[in-house]
């Protein structure tokens, strides 16, 4: 009678998962209907549910996100992607996207806390194909007709002491064929950690120069220093005045693409 008893348990058990699994498929379904008719925030209610569930289908997260960006709405993607990332932890390309997604939704405490999320993930990947990505996406907005992307490094190495890039593009921006890509990034600005320059002026005042991160813009036939700072400057300090001076260089449109000129200045990570 108790083998009886737990057959008919497990049995109804069985009957109840696969009615839950084909109710998830109904609404999913509804979703995609919902979304296919431009009814995109009454698809994402669906979603939202659906994403709330624990479900282990990584599609379902990937399609409720595309839905979300397609409607405009980040922060809902951004959450869409921490549901993913319960279910796949080292998924890479989510996880560089939530930071930039809270960001442009203008949820700046969820930005910061998933930006240094992904900082503490990549200090402690062994994956190569991580580390191979010192950097991060943050940002992106507009100076003037120009498109920014703005980058942190993940470590400040090396001789340059990359901390941000800051790539203008124009008049195209990515994603871009990759024909397209040279003719239009205008140029990069940096923020510098000049460890070169510090050792200079250490050993001509024989004593250990302060560290004095600065400011440059990096062009195909030269570079600029656009402003010293005596400490480290926070994000929006740097992006106030790359937004400035990007939005009032006159000579921008007429200068040639920037090429692989500065390449050697970029985001390293320790050792390199």
Not at 44 to 63: C, I, N, P, Q, R
Not at 215 to 228: I, Q, S
């Amino acid at each position: 009678m108790k083998w009886i008893t737990a057959v008919a348990i497990v049995g109804a058990g069985l009957i109840l998962c696969s009615a839950a699994a084909q109710d998830d498929g109904d609404r999913r379904q509804q979703a995609r209907s919902l979304a296919a008719s431009g009814k995109l925030i009454e698809a994402l209610a669906v979603y939202d549910e659906l994403t709330s569930s624990g479900s282990s289908d990584l599609t379902l997260y990937a399609e409720a996100k595309r839905t979300a960006v397609a409607a405009h709405d980040l922060r809902r993607a951004a959450v869409y992607g921490e549901r993913r990332l319960k279910i796949d932890p080292n998924d890479y390309d989510t996880r560089s996207f939530i930071p930039l997604a809270y960001r442009l939704s203008g949820d700046e405490a969820e930005a910061q806390r998933s930006r240094e999320e992904f900082l503490s993930y990549w200090k402690a990947s062994s994956d190569p194909n991580v580390r191979a990505k010192p950097f991060l996406l943050v940002d992106r907005f507009q100076a003037g007709s120009w498109t920014v992307y703005a980058l942190e490094c993940m470590e400040i190495a090396g001789d340059y002491g990359v901390g941000y890039m800051f790539d203008v593009w124009g008049p195209k921006a990515p994603p871009l064929p990759p024909e397209e890509v040279a003719a239009n990034h205008r140029e990069r600005i940096v923020l510098e950690h000049n460890r070169i320059d510090q050792k200079i002026l250490s050993e001509l005042k024989h004593e250990d120069a302060p560290m004095h991160p600065t400011l440059d813009a990096l062009f195909a036939n030269g570079h600029a220093t656009l402003k010293w700072f005596d400490g480290e400057p926070s994000y929006p300090v740097i992006h106030d005045l790359v937004s400035q001076y990007v939005a009032n260089d006159k000579d921008l449109a007429s200068k040639a693409p920037m090429g692989n000129t500065w390449s050697r200045i970029t985001c390293l990570a320790g050792g390199r």
